[in-house]
């Protein structure tokens, strides 16, 4: 989120510094100068768990038409499924929860099938 909690600003160097630009025109910047796609890695909902930002994912989504890879908060396959039908996500980007064997590729696969949801691996 910005500082103020009215939108959400694009950060640099590991989440360190606030560039002060809305992330809506980064990533609508980002596509001008020919960014083939947008990893969007919510630096709020990263590492909690808690599922992906879907509000700023879907918001981001619907601003480019370069796809959008979702990044940050996963904690479950289920969340997983949620980023990419509510937030509108082309794609979704987890790590933890494979690494540390709480889920399989399996578990995510199964969920993302059962909610419609196209796979490819």
Do not use: C
């Not at 919510?42 to 700023?56: H, N, P, Q, R």
């Not at 997983?80 to 540390?100: C, D, M």
Request: glycine letters at 12%; aromatic letters at 6%.
């Amino acid at each position: 989120r910005s500082p103020d909690g009215s939108g959400w600003h694009a950060y640099s160097h590991g989440a360190r510094q606030d560039t002060g630009i809305d992330v809506i025109e980064w990533a609508q910047r980002g596509e001008a100068l020919g960014a083939g796609e947008i990893l969007l890695n919510s630096i709020d909902a990263d590492g909690t768990k808690a599922g992906y930002d879907l509000e700023l994912t879907r918001k981001v989504s619907e601003s480019v038409r370069i796809p959008v890879i979702a990044s940050g908060g996963a904690g479950n396959p289920e969340h997983v499924a949620e980023a990419a039908i509510e937030g509108k996500a082309s794609a979704v980007l987890l790590a933890s929860l494979l690494h540390f064997g709480d889920y399989t590729v399996n578990d995510f696969k199964s969920v993302m099938e059962q909610r419609g949801v196209s796979v490819r691996w």
